[in-house]
C-alpha cells in the first residue's frame, strides 16, 4: 500500500496556499473557523512541533509503536495537517479550517506504507475517540472486506470519510477506501480548474478540489509543494470542518451537499451528474437547504 507525491520547488512563502484561496475558504472565516470539529489524520504522523500545527493538535495514537508519540518520520502526514487546519500567524500558512483540532494517527511508515489491520486500527480507534471527520490521504487498489467493515461502522456512527481517488491517472476506477460509497471520495484539479493528470476517476467520485504544488508544511518546521489526490482530500476534510462547525449533519447529509454543490467542470456533457469543484460558500449554501 503505498502513497506517491512529488516535490517540486516553491518560489517563495505565501500564507495561503492558492487551494485555500481557491475553494473560497478565506470568504467564511467570518463565519466558521471549523472551531471545535476534531479531525483524524491517518498518515504518517505529524511534525509534532512545527510552529503553524503546534496549536492545533491534540491526542493521536502511534500504531506502529504504541509507546512512541505519532511523530511524523516520511513528511506528508505535516503536509495533510497543514492543508487542513495550520494556523501560521505571521509567516508560514493558514489552512482550510485554521480552529479545527487535528489528531495525528500514525498508520503508516517512513516510506509512506501500511498494513491495512494498521488502517482497521486507525479507523476504530477514530470512532472510539469520537471524532467528526476522519482524513484518509491514501489508497489501495484490492478490496478488503474488513475495511470496509470498520468504514461502514464510522459511518453508521456518524463519522465523515474523506479519500483519496488515487494517483495513477487511471479514467475509470479509484482506490479503496475512496471506493466505497459512505466515503467522500476525491479527484485532483490543478490551479487552471482542470482534473490533474494523475488523478485517477471514476464513477464513484464526489467532489474535485486543489491537489496540483499546493504548498503547506513539512518536516523540521519547514514547507514544501506536494501534488497528489491525498492534497485535494485535505482541502475537502477542511471544508467540511467549516460546515460541522455551523450545525451537525450526518455524512450522508455532507455528501449530498458536497455533491449539489459543486457544478460540474464538463458542462457540455450529457450525462445525468458529474462532479465538480470544490467552492466552501456554495457547499455550505447547499448543507443549509432541506
Known amino acids: 500500500m503505498t502513497k506517491r507525491a512529488s516535490i517540486l520547488s516553491h518560489s517563495h512563502m505565501r ?68 492543508t487542513i487546519a495550520a494556523t501560521g500567524r505571521y509567516s508560514g500558512i493558514i489552512g482550510v479550517a485554521p480552529k479545527a483540532i487535528i489528531h495525528p494517527i500514525k498508520a503508516f511508515d517512513h516510506n509512506g506504507s501500511a498494513y491495512v489491520s494498521d488502517i482497521i486500527a486507525a479507523i476504530d480507534w477514530c470512532v472510539q475517540n469520537d471524532l467528526d471527520i476522519i482524513n484518509m490521504s491514501f489508497g489501495m487498489k484490492t478490496y478488503n472486506p474488513n475495511l470496509e467493515q470498520a468504514v461502514l461502522n464510522a459511518y453508521y456512527r456518524g463519522k465523515v470519510i474523506v479519500a483519496s481517488s488515487g494517483n495513477d491517472g487511471k479514467k475509470k476506477s479509484i482506490d479503496y477506501p475512496a471506493r466505497f460509497s459512505q466515503v467522500v471520495s476525491v479527484v485532483a484539479i490543478t490551479r487552471l480548474g482542470k482534473i490533474a493528470p494523475f ?83 456554495r457547499t455550505i449554501h447547499a448543507a443549509r437547504q432541506p
Open 15 to 82: 500564507t495561503f496556499p492558492w487551494g485555500v484561496d481557491q475553494i473560497g475558504a478565506p470568504e467564511i472565516w467570518s463565519k466558521t473557523l471549523g472551531q471545535n470539529i476534531h479531525i483524524g489524520v491517518v498518515d504518517t504522523g505529524i511534525d509534532l512541533k512545527h510552529p503553524d500545527l503546534r496549536n492545533s493538535i491534540s491526542s493521536g495514537i502511534n500504531l506502529l509503536n504504541r509507546r512512541l508519540l505519532p511523530q511524523d518520520d516520511n513528511r506528508h502526514g505535516t503536509h495533510i495537517a497543514g
Open 199 to 281: 488523478s485517477n476517476r471514476g464513477v464513484e467520485i464526489d467532489i474535485y478540489a486543489p491537489g496540483e504544488r499546493v504548498y503547506s508544511a513539512c518536516l523540521g518546521g519547514k514547507y514544501n509543494e506536494l501534488s497528489g489526490t491525498s492534497i485535494a482530500t485535505a482541502n475537502v476534510s477542511g471544508v467540511i470542518a467549516l460546515i460541522l462547525s455551523l450545525r451537525a449533519m450526518s455524512p450522508q447529509q455532507i455528501k449530498s451537499a458536497l455533491r449539489r454543490s459543486a457544478p460540474s467542470l464538463n458542462r457540455h456533457s450529457n450525462a445525468r451528474w458529474q462532479p465538480g469543484q470544490l467552492n466552501a460558500q
